[in-house]
Nanobody
Framework: QVQLVESGGGLVEAGGSLRLSCAAS?????MGWFRQAPGKEREFVAV????????LYRNSVKGRFTISKNNAKSTVYLQMNSLKPEDTAVYYC?????????????????WGQGTQVTVSS
């Protein structure tokens, strides 16, 4: 069983930045970030593999968000810059035990509790 603990959410004005962190209690193949806005489906944001650091991003966040990792701390980060009101959502980190890196919710085995990100206009 892998425990995931997120932190770093909050309220920020449009154009601002936030950094989310996700600490994992065990090692898996990859870590992803997803988000869910009220009344909407949970959607993929970014993913990174622990070994090699391969990444994928949602098109709408490319160039604004950066996913990174610290293997020694078993922690994954999501640096979010140039935030927009449409980025407002609960952000979840998730762990995938098997390759390849994936963008589908169903591929992920463990989930964090979520952290709220609110971007005001």
């Amino acid at each position: 069983q892998v425990q995931l603990v997120e932190s770093g959410g909050g309220l920020v004005e449009a154009g601002g930045s936030l950094r989310l962190s996700c600490a994992a209690s065990g090692r898996t193949y990859a870590m992803g970030w997803f988000r869910q806005a009220p009344g909407k489906e949970r959607e993929f944001v970014a993913v990174i593999s622990w070994s090699g650091g391969s990444t994928l991003y949602r098109n709408s966040v490319k160039g604004r968000f950066t996913i990174s990792k610290n293997n020694a701390k078993s922690t994954v980060y999501l640096q979010m810059n140039s935030l927009k009101p449409e980025d407002t959502a609960v952000y979840y980190c998730a762990a995938d035990q098997r390759p390849p890196i994936a963008t589908n919710v169903q591929e992920y085995d463990y989930w964090g509790q979520g952290t709220q990100v609110t971007v005001s206009s």
